[in-house]
């Protein structure tokens, strides 16, 4: 069976992931950085469902979106400031 | 686009599948709203790979296909106005209009400070399996789980569906407390099945009671641990690292509405009636928001609330079965109670608040959690002190102080501001 997969843009990389995934997923697939914490430290999901904020990422312009919280969409804008 | 129902159900978890079900049965129109991107809540999160089990396609099915119910995914409240919501999703925010309200909104994991716990590769250990579901890429990686309660071993059996080897489960309570658990499963057969199922996929990993991981090392990510247990100390490689602590319940909402709280351990559950009635009025709770008390108990409370928000009648033999499976709720607190040292990890200089970069040293000095978060910033950032709120009651550091709205950060699209004014006119919030 083939997996149907999206393409997205995570950091102005051109990506194609597999369909359904969350975007915080795609973002680990494509090894890409999350944020990083007001003292400069890397950081990365700890929760997985929507609660400690460490996934957020600007999603189509609007900032603090949980990537957790996101299925890839086609032609989504994602970025971490990792 | 719906602006008012008779029942709005908050969560699409067992809870509040069951809730809307039953309310939809009665002839109520419902709105079910949940976060999340799809149905199910924690224990039937939709599997990226391996799809949701049968039970839960076909409760899913019951509440968000009845024609009664108008399904909202995605979306979620995030104030409260007297009889009606605030809701946002990811384009807009929009009022909600409701005579009666049921609050399934689950419970999240108790993730205690440890040096090391900020390192990218560590999680909860539910977390571990909800990232997991999601599709995060776990092929070929070396997983230690660690923490406590039989979420562990769903945590444990999801990683390795997922092509991660499980390099062990640390259990923090002693031998004797899991076995004394183990022995009186018998009395719900169900979780006994569950249990023995686990255990046999997950016969070729390393079970150890008593022990505690202590640090998390790595680099820019996690490369290894040390755990502290019956063997001495010993550092295990591994690539991820999961530890959770048990889960605790998720009451911003119900607080916001001014319903009655009471303690569970440090943390606080919210208080109902024999029918799921709040101290508010046509506001009703159901699931591990009212305790922690696992599926069975979600589905049979949400499935009274739901019809006790209808003004059906509520059959004995489901208060019975409500009960029965609370006992079983008092039996897994009791036997994977946190031993004293998992609160001690923490040392002056470990993050407690990982929003704003708060030491434990730093709020050490304050005893109690407002004044450590007017003092300190803790709890003021993006979380809203979900995380180190219940870690800083778990260390003995005071219950949260009251939630404030709005209950996640808002785009300010949202919240006109009479919005935010009127709710924090009228309700009068314990801060
Ligand atoms: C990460 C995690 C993994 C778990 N895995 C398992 C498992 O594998 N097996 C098991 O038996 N138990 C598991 N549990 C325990 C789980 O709590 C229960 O089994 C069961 O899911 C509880 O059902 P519920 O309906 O009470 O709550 P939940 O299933 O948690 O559902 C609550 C829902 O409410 C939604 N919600 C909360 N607040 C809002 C809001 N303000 N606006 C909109 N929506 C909101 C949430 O998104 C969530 O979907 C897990 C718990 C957690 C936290
Ligand atoms: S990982 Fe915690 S909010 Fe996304």
Redesign the pocket.
């Known amino acids: 069976m083939k997996m149907s997969t999206v393409r997205l843009t995570i950091n102005g990389l051109r990506v194609h992931v597999p369909a359904g995934i969350s975007v915080?997923t795609a973002i680990a697939l494509v090894g890409q950085p999350f944020r990083h914490s007001v003292t400069g430290e890397p950081r990365a999901?700890?929760?997985?469902?929507?609660?400690?904020?460490?996934?957020r990422v600007r999603i189509d312009g609007v900032a603090q979106q949980?990537?957790?919280?996101r299925v890839v969409n086609p032609g989504m804008r994602v970025e971490t400031d990792g | 686009m719906v602006d008012a129902c008779d029942i709005v159900v908050v969560g699409a978890g067992p809870a509040g599948l069951a809730a809307a079900e039953a309310a939809a049965s009665h002839g109520k129109r419902v709105v079910l709203i949940d976060s999340q991107p799809r149905a199910g809540g924690q224990v039937w999160r939709h599997d990226a790979l391996h799809g949701q089990p049968r039970v839960a396609m076909d409760a899913i099915r019951a509440a968000a296909g009845n024609a009664n119910v108008t399904y909202l995914e995605g979306t979620q409240v995030v104030a409260v106005e007297p009889e009606r919501l605030l809701l946002q999703d990811a384009r807009r925010g929009f009022h909600l209009a409701y005579g009666a309200l049921v609050l399934a909104t689950g419970a999240r994991e108790l993730l205690l400070p440890f040096p090391g716990w900020t390192l990218p590769g560590v999680t909860g250990a539910g977390?571990l399996q909800a990232l997991a579901k999601q599709g995060w890429p776990l092929r070929g990686k070396r997983v230690l789980i660690a923490g406590s309660g039989p979420l562990l071993f769903a945590a444990a059996a999801t990683a390795q569906r997922h092509g991660a080897h499980v390099v062990g489960i640390h259990e923090q309570a002693g031998a004797s407390a899991v076995h004394r658990f183990a022995a009186g499963l018998w009395r719900w057969p169900g979780k006994l099945a569950q249990a023995a199922r686990l255990r046999l996929e997950l016969a070729r990993v390393p079970y150890r009671t008593g022990s505690i991981v202590t640090t998390a090392e790595g680099d820019h990510g996690v490369s290894g641990a040390h755990v502290r247990g019956g063997q001495g100390d010993e550092r295990i490689e591994c690539d991820l690292l999961a530890v959770g602590y048990g889960l605790l319940p998720q009451v911003e909402l119900a607080q916001l509405l001014g319903c009655a709280l009471e303690p569970e351990g440090a943390h606080a559950r919210v208080q109902v009636g024999p029918w799921q009635a709040t101290s508010q009025p046509r506001v009703f709770a159901a699931g591990e928001a009212c305790g922690i008390g696992g599926i069975d108990c979600a589905r049979v409370e949400g499935h009274i609330a739901g019809l006790a928000a209808a003004g059906a009648a509520v059959p004995r033999a489901l208060v019975q079965r409500r009960d029965r499976a609370r006992a079983f709720a008092a039996s897994l607190r009791q036997h994977f109670a946190l031993r004293d040292d998992v609160r001690g990890l923490a040392n002056d200089d470990t993050t407690i608040c990982r929003c704003e970069d708060v030491s434990l040293g730093a709020v050490r000095t304050h005893t109690d959690a407002r004044e450590a978060k007017l003092a300190t910033r803790c709890g003021m950032g993006a979380c809203q002190g979900r995380i180190c709120g219940g870690a800083l009651a778990e260390l003995g550091h005071g219950p949260r102080g009251g939630m404030r709205p709005p209950l996640f950060p808002t785009r300010l699209a949202t919240l006109g501001e009479p919005v935010l004014s009127s709710v924090s006119d009228t309700r009068g919030y314990t801060p």
Do not use: H, N, Y
């Not at chain 1, 999901?45 to 996934?55: D, S, W």
């Open positions: 915080a999901p700890l929760c997985g469902m929507g609660v400690c904020f460490e996934c949980r990537a957790c919280q | 977390g």
